[in-house]
């Protein structure tokens, strides 16, 4: 009779995959709703879901500090690009045709892809775009389950990432190709992200979001191209068998940012390699932290 009923830690398992539905479900109305899923909005959804599996403590104490910074280090981030220093636009232009064959990607890609209207392409891509945070922030949560060492090196990396990344942004403020004709050469980019949003009328955002001033010259190096390495980097530690859906997932999200117009591959090339040192110069830290049993 006894083997009919559940175990607890069955029951428990059942509960936290229910959880774990729930909250891919509200993530996917919200991104399909044109409504962006920020580290706040995160932090209440899965709040709630922690609190339900009984680690609501644990969550607010591995989980506000994070949060808190986040919201800190964007609200900084929107005022940087006010501090007067110049905005880099035709030198990033040089740069790129001299790497890419005197071709610039955007340009090609948008020549090739677009248009007229809004295509299917435009919509999944600016969905992509717009889902900027919900792999960051669903990874995260994933690896506080299962994780937690990983989890704090996860954040860790996350966090000096775009605290450089603020860094470099304050001293050299970069457009993206959406607005080279602001500082020099016009090249011809559409922004196509903002003509998906305001045709499907999407740009939901959160309180706090919504009245942060954003920086519009915070190209270069593209946090949107160093987040996705950094969950292929984590992601393929602890799940290796989706070692190749991270990677196609990373891929996307570059071809998303060159095609909107949002960053040249050089700022994605930039990202990318400050993903790389830092979760390599973290990774060392927690090793040589790591005591060794004597």
Known sequence: MSALVPSRSRLYLAMERLLLVYL???ALIMVLGGYRMT?????????IAALLMGRGFAFVRD?????AIFLAWQTMRGIAWQAGF????DALIAVERAIHLGAVPTVVLQDALRGPGISPLDVFLATVYHAHFLLPLALGFLLWLSSRRLFYRYMAVLLVVSIVQFVVALLMPAAPPRFAYQFGEDLGVADVSLE?????????????????????YAAFPSLHAAYPVIALLTGRQ???????PFVIYTATVWFA??????????????GALLALGVWWAIGRWFIRDTPHPR
């Open 24 to 26: 891919a479900a509200i």
């Open 39 to 47: 580290p706040d909005v995160f932090f209440v959804f899965a709040g």
């Open 63 to 67: 989980w506000f500090p994070l949060v």
């Open 86 to 89: 110049t905005v880099q636009s």
């Open 196 to 216: 998906v949003t305001q045709a499907f009328g999407w740009g939901g955002l959160s309180w706090a979001y919504a009245n942060m001033i954003g920086n519009p």
């Open 238 to 244: 602890r799940w290796p068998w989706l070692t190749w």
């Open 257 to 270: 940012i060159a095609y909107l117009g949002h960053h040249y591959l050089i700022d994605a090339y930039a």
